[in-house]
C-alpha cells in the first residue's frame, strides 16, 4: 500500500533480456525499452525492483519477491515452458504477471495472474487483461529540431502487409526525396539486425518535425517517443489505427498530394510534446502496483 512509504517495502522482480549489469547503451529492443523504463518508473515509487535474465531461469530460481513480471512477446516460447512458470512461482509470494505489446494471448492465460497491455480494453478475461499503458522519459525525448527534417520509421511489415500498403510506400519514394527537407531513415532500435542504442535512436527522433509511419501495429512507443520531441505523426490512411494514433497529434495522407502538403506545414513542436508527456512511466508503473496491491 503506498501509505506504506510510496511501497517502500515492495520488491519487484522485472524478467526479460537484461540484468543488473546492463546499461542504457545495452538497450536495444522494444522489450528491454520497456524494461529498462518500467524500473525507472518503479523506482519514483521506492519499490526494490531487480533486473532477471530470463535465459537463465530455467537453470535457477530468481531471488525472492513480491511480485513477478515477465516483459515478452507473444511469440516467446518461455511463456509455454514448465519449468519456467515453475521456478517464477517459486520466487513469488504474490502475483505472476505479464507486460507485453498485444492484448491478446490466449494460448497461456492459465500460467499469469495479469496481462499488463498498452491498449485495452479487451473484451476476454478482463480480470486478467489489464491496460496499463505505456510511457515516455522526457530525459530522453526532447525537442532538439534546427533544420526542418523528418523519420522515416522503418520498413518491417510482412509480404502480406506489404501488399496492401505498397501503393503508400511508393508515394513516400516518390516524395521524399523532392521535399526539401532532411529524411532520417536509420534501422532503428525496434529492428531486428543491425540495430542502433537506444540513445543514438533517440537523438535522431529529437532532430525531426515529422514521424512518418510505415507501420501497422496497436504499439506505439517510438511513436509516443518521436511526438514527446515534438514531432507530428504523419499516417498512410491504409495504415491507420484510430485506437492507438488518435492518443497523439497526427495528420492522415492518401495521395502524394496530401503528403506533400502536409511536409510543408508548420509543426506545433509544443503542442505535440505536451500530448505525449500525458503519458509517463510513472504512471505506468503506478497503475501497476495499484492491481498488485488491490487499490
Request: proline share 4%; aromatic share 10%; net charge negative.
Amino acid at each position: 500500500m503506498e501509505s506504506r512509504g510510496g511501497w517502500g517495502s515492495l520488491r519487484i522482480n522485472l524478467v526479460s533480456g537484461l540484468n543488473e549489469e546492463s546499461t542504457i547503451e545495452s538497450v536495444f529492443t522494444p522489450n528491454q525499452v520497456y524494461t529498462w523504463f518500467l524500473r525507472e518508473g518503479f523506482r519514483v515509487h521506492h519499490v526494490d525492483v531487480r533486473l532477471i535474465d530470463g535465459g537463465h531461469i530455467l537453470q535457477e530460481v530468481p531471488p525472492e519477491a513480491d511480485h513477478t513480471i515477465v516483459v515478452s512477446s507473444a511469440s516467446s516460447h518461455l511463456l509455454r515452458d514448465a519449468t519456467f512458470i515453475h521456478n517464477l512461482r517459486s520466487s513469488t509470494s504474490g502475483k505472476l504477471a505479464c507486460y507485453m505489446n498485444i492484448d491478446k494471448l490466449r494460448g497461456v492465460d492459465r500460467y499469469f495472474d495479469y496481462f499488463f497491455t498498452q491498449i485495452g480494453p479487451v473484451q476476454y478475461h478482463p480480470e486478467k487483461y489489464v491496460c496499463v499503458g505505456w510511457g515516455v522519459d522526457p530525459s530522453y525525448s526532447y525537442p532538439e529540431q534546427e533544420e526542418t527534417a523528418a523519420f522515416l520509421d522503418s520498413r518491417t511489415l510482412g509480404p502480406r502487409q506489404m501488399k496492401k500498403v505498397k501503393a503508400a510506400y511508393l508515394i513516400y519514394d516518390e516524395v521524399l526525396p523532392k521535399a526539401g527537407i532532411t529524411i532520417y531513415n536509420p534501422v532503428h532500435v525496434y529492428n531486428v539486425g543491425d540495430r542502433r542504442p537506444y540513445p543514438e535512436y533517440q537523438s535522431l527522433l529529437r532532430k525531426c518535425h515529422f514521424f512518418l509511419c510505415t507501420q501497422f501495429g496497436e504499439g506505439g512507443l517510438n511513436r509516443l517517443e518521436a511526438a514527446a520531441c515534438g514531432a507530428m505523426l504523419v499516417v498512410p490512411v491504409r495504415l491507420y489505427r484510430e485506437r492507438t494514433m488518435s492518443l497523439l497529434n497526427h495528420r492522415v495522407w492518401n495521395t502524394a498530394e496530401d503528403l506533400i502538403s502536409i511536409l510543408h506545414e508548420e509543426v506545433d513542436v509544443e503542442a505535440n510534446r505536451k500530448r505525449a508527456l500525458e503519458h509517463s512511466w510513472e504512471g505506468v508503473t503506478k497503475r501497476i502496483i495499484g492491481v498488485f496491491e488491490n487499490e
